[in-house]
T-cell receptor
Framework: DAKTTQPPSMDCAEGRAANLPCNHSTISGNEYVYWYRQIHSQGPQYIIHGLKNNETNEMASLIITEDRKSSTLILPHATLRDTAVYYCIVRPPPGTGNQFYFGTGTSLTVIP | DAGVTQSPTHLIKTRGQHVTLRCSPISGHKSVSWYQQVLGQGPQFIFQYYEKEERGRGNFPDRFSARQFPNYSSELNVNALLLGDSALYLC???????????????FGPGTRLTVL
């Protein structure tokens, strides 16, 4: 299973963009990158996923490097409610299981 | 629409006892996965079930078992509880497994198990 490496913690000023990096240097060509977040012991919440191209939805943007060895989750205008632990996950190829392997994540604190 | 539901929300047991945790997936979802989250760590995969069959198992001892029912709800059973089993147990459901390019997993709120 491809492993991910994330910084343990980050701070971001409210209203500014939060850029959360993730290293997944052993990712294989058909594995997707997923991002989830978990707010204070609630169940993890899906944010976004991608394979090769950059992706954007109403919550965030996902930038994946051309070699796919790293990615960045961008929260364009961070609010206090974005304070959470953010997990970068590499999903096994389709047909090999649907389980997600979480790391320790990045604890993001949005500062007023 | 109701999301993934889990019961009970909190549970206190003593060492050596057994526990059963329950999960109801989102309507139409056929896959259920169980995760254990110890304080300060990310969720760790325990089991995945799809159409009542076990499709994946994480690195957990045989004291952990699970099953999925015809209505796709699921139970996680843990026997001979240890102090180290104290954790948040998360259930996640997804729409389909085979052939999908991606399957978003929807997580429930979890069951907080404390073993004394």
């Amino acid at each position: 299973d491809a492993k991910t490496t994330q910084p343990p913690s980050m701070d971001c000023a409210e209203g500014r963009a939060a850029n959360l990096p993730c290293n997944h240097s052993t990712i294989s060509g058909n594995e997707y990158v997923y991002w989830y977040r978990q707010i204070h012991s609630q169940g993890p919440q899906y944010i976004i996923h991608g394979l090769k191209n950059n992706e954007t939805n109403e919550m965030a943007s996902l930038i994946i490097t051309e070699d796919r060895k790293s990615s960045t989750l961008i929260l364009p205008h961070a609010t206090l409610r974005d304070t959470a632990v953010y997990y970068c996950i590499v999903r096994p190829p389709p047909g090999t299981g649907n389980q997600f392997y979480f790391g320790t994540g990045t604890s993001l604190t949005v500062i007023p | 629409d109701a999301g993934v539901t889990q019961s009970p929300t909190h549970l206190i047991k003593t060492r050596g006892q057994h526990v059963t945790l329950r999960c109801s997936p989102i309507s139409g979802h056929k896959s259920v996965s169980w995760y254990q989250q110890v304080l300060g760590q990310g969720p760790q995969f325990i089991f995945q079930y799809y159409e009542k069959e076990e499709r994946g198992r994480g690195n957990f001892p045989d004291r952990f078992s699970a099953r999925q029912f015809p209505n796709y709800s699921s139970e996680l059973n843990v026997n001979a509880l240890l102090l180290g089993d104290s954790a948040l147990y998360l259930c996640a459901s997804s729409l389909d497994l085979a052939g999908a390019s991606y399957n978003e997993q929807f997580f429930g709120p979890g069951t907080r198990l404390t073993v004394l």
